[in-house]
């Protein structure tokens, strides 16, 4: 178990705040009311069963699905009422590691850490985007893998060559799709460790969704539990545990025995 | 004990809901495909622009598909002459044999050889590629990442199809008029100068302007068609399969229906 190094974390500054956030996908109610807020500098860790909707609430987040009701607001910006153009600004701002890591197949791993950054800072000269590729690979201790393809990755490898891709861009929030799935334990330990690097390096706020339990201790500042479409519990990993309600306990009752 | 059916239930039932339903659905698809279609030319008449990817595009499309469409092409040159022969000799005719072949392929079969064969090897790919992309969440991942994947996916590989598809087409042309060379030759033995003349003897302006338009109509749609499955493709590993299938279906069929409409239109300006 990986030692948590204290967070600066500022409660006065919510760099997110989502209010009433509803979601259906074909009559099927997903999200039914979410609340929540996000402090500058916390790692947020979100609990949940399979299905509970934590993918659609960070990909709402992202602008990638938008909400059926409800408010999101992103460092300052209501996402209702942003454009495009905007929307596409506020995402450099922010950084999405997906479960599989979803690398570009086709490019190697110097062009999937390029693409980003090329596309965004288009004054960059080409020794500055080395040294940003190079900089991020070595955040991410994958510095031997920059001729790569993805395919010759390992799941552990394509985890942190994700995770470094949306670090190029030093986005202010990180939100981190089942970041220890289908790894090893040794493996997990070692993307916990990284997530809690990149919140002391990169001065970063996470939402990190998860239903491993380990990962949640090790990397959470604060938990939050979503159960049947709502956060049922949010605080420590401690207060969220010895909770009396009987539908947290099962969830965590179920982990322990798996 | 009786239980009461739902609603919605019961209007399945009514006579002509299903076809309403699928109306509804059709017109929902164009709608679909016409915003699909009206984006990319949005995106490809503003800055920026992906020229690297655009020429690799070419690559891939154009240089890829050159073996295919040379061995296609000089094999249907090479039979329409054969077979044309016999009918042409009960006349005496078979000095015609170059006209008619240049005519035939320059106007009709070198731009609808390339366009099948695009659409089965190009369009079919470019289904399957960014059908699998958008499946695992590649797609999104560019988007997430303040890139406009729409511009650097599609509009690429639509400009690159209707650029490469014409060249293609002269191109298979030119090889097919050779495989006719080598049967007339083999036959009459008339002179690789004299066939060439007898082969742009027949042809005009608008022949050439007819074929180049229908190559570029059937280039942007296979491209469009591939791209348009692909991107909205959904449903795992299934969803990729039905992309690249409905891709060169599609394209196939909107080829040969584009066929009859151009060659209408072409025929006002004989």
């Known amino acids: 178990m990986i030692r948590k190094a204290k967070a600066n974390i500022d409660y006065n500054d919510a760099v997110i705040t989502i209010k009433g956030l509803k979601k259906s996908f074909e009559g099927n109610a997903v999200l039914k009311g979410v609340d929540l807020e996000l402090y500058k500098g916390e790692n947020l860790v979100v609990l949940g069963r399979s299905g509970t909707g934590k993918s659609v609430l960070i990909k709402v987040i992202s602008g990638l699905i938008k909400p059926d009701a409800g408010k999101v607001t992103l460092l300052g910006e209501e996402m209702n009422h942003v454009d495009e153009k905007q929307l596409q600004q506020l995402r450099t701002r922010i950084g999405f590691s997906f479960q599989n890591s979803a690398l570009y197949d086709s490019m190697t791993v110097r062009k999937n850490l390029e693409f980003p950054l090329v596309r965004n800072k288009k004054k960059l000269t080409r020794s500055e985007i080395n040294t940003a590729v190079e900089t991020v690979l070595e955040a991410v201790g994958l510095e031997q893998a920059i001729n790569q393809m993805p395919a010759e990755l390992s799941g552990g490898q394509r985890k942190r060559i994700g995770i470094a891709r949306t670090l190029i861009l030093n986005p202010e929030i990180m939100l981190y799709d089942e970041p220890t799935a289908g790894l090893d334990p040794i493996t997990c330990t070692e993307i916990n460790k990284l997530i809690n690097e990149v919140q002391q390096r990169y001065k970063t706020s996470s939402i990190i969704i998860t239903h491993d339990l380990t990962c949640a201790k090790e990397t959470g500042d604060r938990m939050a539990i979503l159960l049947d479409g709502k956060f049922e519990r949010q605080g420590s990993f401690e207060e969220v545990f010895n909770t009396d309600d009987e539908r947290v306990k099962r969830f965590f009752d179920y982990n322990f025995i798996k | 004990m009786t239980t009461k059916k739902p609603a919605e239930i019961k209007q399945v039932h009514k006579p002509g809901f299903a076809f309403t339903r699928w109306l509804t659905s059709v017109f929902i698809d164009f709608y679909k495909v016409f915003k699909f279609v009206g984006r990319f030319f949005r995106e490809v008449l503003f800055p920026p622009y992906e020229f690297n990817e655009i020429l690799r595009q070419c690559y891939e499309v154009g240089v890829r598909s050159l073996t295919i469409i040379s061995v296609t092409g000089f094999i249907v040159g090479l039979i329409f002459t ?56 590649q797609i999104d991942a560019m988007e997430v990442s303040g890139t406009k994947p729409f511009k650097y996916l599609v509009a690429t590989r639509v400009i690159a199809t209707t650029i490469t598809v014409p060249i293609l087409a002269m191109y298979a042309g030119f090889v097919a008029l050779m495989g006719g060379y080598v049967n007339v030759a083999q036959n009459e033995g008339t002179s690789y100068t004299t066939f060439m003349q007898q082969v742009f003897e027949p042809l005009s302006f608008v022949d050439f302007t007819s074929s180049l338009a229908k190559s570029i109509v059937f280039g942007f749609t296979i491209g469009m068609v591939g791209c348009y499955q692909g991107y909205n493709s959904s449903k795992g590993t299934e969803g990729v399969g039905k992309a690249a299938n409905m891709a060169v279906v599609t394209a196939m069929f909107l080829v040969f229906i584009e066929e009859v409409i151009i060659v209408q239109i072409f025929g006002w300006f004989r």
């Not at chain 2, 070198?110 to 659409?119: R, V």
Request: glycine share 8%; net charge positive.
């Open chain 2, 82 to 137: 054969k077979q044309s022969r016999p009918s042409l000799s009960e006349f005496g005719a078979t000095s015609w044999l170059p006209s008619l072949i240049s005519i035939a392929i320059m106007r009709a079969l070198a731009p609808l050889i390339t366009a099948i064969i695009a659409a089965g090897k190009v369009g079919s790919s470019i289904g399957a590629e960014l059908g699998s992309m958008r499946v695992t969440e």
